[in-house]
């Protein structure tokens, strides 16, 4: 299908193929091991995850990362990936022994090359004992921490140039990432060690200081309200459990989650929001007494840890709370009338470790929301209600079976005619009780089950009816629609989508089907015989979320694609952030010499937008142009914004 190539364009491919792919594992990388840490793995999964990466970079038999140790007399194998990786990681080693030491004593990489560099005694000593490896040194932006070595290659055949320079890059890529997680993990682990490090650098130390405060506030507390984080409202519970098993005595926690917060926020924007949230902990801390900890979990959920509290106890502070919000709260000349759920446990009757007494205060605080009770306190019967459980996937079944999924479009407007020329469908579901539930909160829930194919084929079809009647109104838009991974698995659903379509005698040519890149590429030979089947139906198929996934490019060119979505975290900063406009710019390029259109999702400012314009992308998605509106939302808009009505035909009287 798509034109022929010449061998400079190939090559150009080629290039912006590989710089692709570095970028996309180095991002990737980089981003996992900032999830790991704080989602609090620790930092041993994070280096497996990274001896790992490099193992496979490298087609080595094994990658080992000897750390040095805090007096560098010694290093450790802190992680070790391959071939005898078990045996290896955690062994202790003096720093005067070995290829690691001499790399760590020398602060330079090793290669068989460099046995040229050395004396002839050293060389003699060497030459017979390195075997076939690479070792390349571990830096971060203030310590040298150590290295990464990879031994023997996968085929037996000898490390090249090529590879050291490339475990080089790998090793520079992740130094500072590295540097940051074991920074904050010592902070936590020892205070001890944070002496130590001061007087190291005593001629500094005021500034350290600082430093030091700044990042532990941060490694603790939520930057927006200040408040105690997550993990350190864990760390509260801890102490506050150790206390009360000590003296026998109970203690109690408090999930706390605002009503309808969501609304205020997607209605009013995130500033308005952020100051709501700031506002009401200002006000919960005000109804607390010393020895409570308030803290922020997330989102609009708080929690309040009280020692020594007994159930009775807990449930006065929880009517403290709730009356703390009673005068509606003034921001930028809005007033809101905030309401907040509460959920209750109490050591040692609903949990005896922090993580399963936060368990049944979610419960607990789940159930108040669904009951429209102000709060409850844990009971065992409420596992039940776990959000993760039956309930929700009861009430979904009902919802789809009844029809009370509905849809919302999101303009899609294209930068060469310069006007709205399509549209997104995506999935709303209002809860009866629990209100609206956001997508990535049912969609999941739906795919585990087997729901989603009957659902998409709903939404499919709401679209396609939708769309007839659009036409009823002079516009003829492209629509896009989402598919799941198990849509594409499901041998049944190129017959079903095209019963639907010709039940309506709609066009085809009107239809993108959305796929997620991670969703095409997790079986992408499967993915080619049902994209294929698709594509002959007159389908059109996008790419959806591009640049999260690993695409394997050797497919990108077999598949029948006509579009490439970009995930929004590249274009989010691409105003502000140099290598994520790289990023876009190469998408692009690649896009079009594969004879695809780029989409840019989330596209919020007007700057984005030119810069897009620049770069030759072809269309734009995101709250700049609009946010996912009702069909009548959709239909308005497509009449009276400045985005849409070059296109459009003005509705008569009659129609409205
Ligand atoms: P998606 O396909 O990437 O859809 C785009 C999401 O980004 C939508 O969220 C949309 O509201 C949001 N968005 C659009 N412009 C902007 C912007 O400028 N800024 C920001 N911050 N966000 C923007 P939504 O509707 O919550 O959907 C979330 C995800 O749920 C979708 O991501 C899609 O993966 C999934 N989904 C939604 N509807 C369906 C469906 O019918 N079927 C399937 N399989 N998945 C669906
Ligand atoms: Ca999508
Ligand atoms: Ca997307």
Redesign the pocket.
């Known amino acids: 299908m798509h034109p022929p190539l010449d061998s400079n364009t190939r090559n150009q491919i080629r290039g912006l193929e590989d710089l692709l792919h570095q970028k996309e594992a180095q991002l990737a990388l980089l981003t996992e091991i900032a999830e790991i840490v704080a989602n609090e793995e620790g930092l041993d999964t994070a280096f497996a995850i990274i001896a790992e990466r490099a193992r496979a970079q490298l087609d080595a038999k094994t990658v080992t990362i000897p750390l040095l140790s805090p007096d560098q007399t010694s290093y450790t194998y802190r992680a070790a990936a391959g071939l005898n990786a078990e045996e290896l990681t955690g062994a202790e080693l003096p720093i005067e022994v070995g290829l690691c030491g001499w790399v760590l004593r020398h602060r330079k990489p090793w290669w068989r090359g460099t046995l040229e560099s050395l004396e002839e005694n050293e060389r003699n000593y060497w030459e017979k004992k390195a075997g076939n490896i690479i070792l390349v040194p571990l830096v971060g932006k203030r310590h040298f921490l150590g290295g990464i070595a990879a031994i023997d290659k996968q085929d037996d055949s000898n490390f090249t140039e090529h590879d050291l320079e490339l475990l080089v890059m790998f090793s520079r890529q992740i130094g500072l990432a590295v540097e940051n997680a074991m920074y904050v993990e010592e902070l936590q682990i020892t205070t001890e060690r944070m002496e130590a490090y001061r007087k190291q650098l005593e001629q500094s130390i005021q500034q350290l200081a600082k430093t030091n405060e700044d990042l532990e506030h941060l490694a603790l507390h939520d930057p927006l309200t200040g408040l105690p984080n997550r993990s350190l409202v864990i760390d509260r519970v801890q102490q506050a459990i150790l206390t009360a098993r000590r003296n026998q005595k109970p203690m109690a926690l408090l999930m706390l989650d605002l009503d309808h917060f969501k609304e205020v926020n997607d209605t009013l924007g995130h500033l308005v929001g952020d100051k709501l949230l700031i506002c009401v902990g200002e006000r919960f801390q005000n109804s607390l007494r010393e020895p409570d900890t308030l803290g922020r979990l997330g989102g609009d959920e708080f929690a309040v840890v009280l020692p020594r509290a007994n159930q009775k106890d807990a449930l006065i502070v929880a009517e403290k709370l709730r009356d703390a919000l009673q005068h509606p709260i003034d921001i930028d000349q809005n007033s809101f009338s905030i309401a907040v759920s509460i959920g209750i446990s109490i050591y040692p009757d609903h949990g005896s470790d922090p993580s399963s007494l936060l368990r049944s205060a979610d419960i607990a605080m789940y159930v108040a929301k669904r009951t429209r009770n102000e709060f409850s306190v844990y009971q065992p019967e409420y596992d039940a209600y776990n959000p993760d459980h039956f309930s929700l996937l009861h009430d979904l079944r009902e919802a789809i079976r009844q029809g009370e ?1 509905s ?2 479009f ?1 303009p899609i407007f294209d930068l060469h005619n310069d006007t709205v020329t399509g549209m ?5 579901w209002h809860h009866p009780e629990m209100g609206d539930i ?3 909160e049912f ?1 999941p829930i ?2 585990q089950t087997g729901l ?1 194919k009957a ?2 084929l709903q ?1 499919l079809e709401k679209t396609i009816e939708y769309c007839m009647y659009c036409q009823q109104h002079d516009m003829e838009l492209k629509v ?5 991974i198990r ?1 594409l698995r499901d041998d049944k659903f190129p017959e079903q989508i095209s019963e639907i379509i010709s039940r309506y005698s709609f066009n085809c040519q009107q239809m993108i089907l ?1 796929i ?1 890149e991670s969703a095409i590429m997790h079986n992408p030979k499967h993915s080619l015989g049902m994209l294929k089947h698709l594509d002959e139906m007159g389908l059109k198929l996008s790419v ?2 591009f640049g999260t996934g690993y695409s394997s490019l050797n497919y990108l060119k077999r598949l029948p694609l006509n579009q490439l ?1 970009i ?2 975290s590249f ?2 900063d691409m105003a502000k952030n140099e290598d994520d406009a790289m990023i876009v710019r190469s998408i692009i390029e690649l896009a079009h010499n594969l004879g695809l259109n780029t989409v840019a ?4 400012d007007k700057q984005t937008l030119e810069q897009l314009r620049t770069l030759n992308c072809d269309m734009v ?5 609009s ?2 509106l009702s069909p009548d939302g959709f239909l308005h808009f497509m009449t009276s914004s400045p985005w849409a009505t070059r296109f459009t035909v003005p509705l008569t009287d009659a129609d409205d």
């Open positions: 999924i849809v919302a999101q997104e469908a995506l999935a709303r956001p997508p990535y969609i739906l795919e989603i659902f998409t939404i896009a629609v989402n598919l799941s849509n959305e997620t959806d979320d979505k995930d929004r274009i989010k999702e989330g596209v919020e998605q995101g709250y700049l142009v946010r996912p």
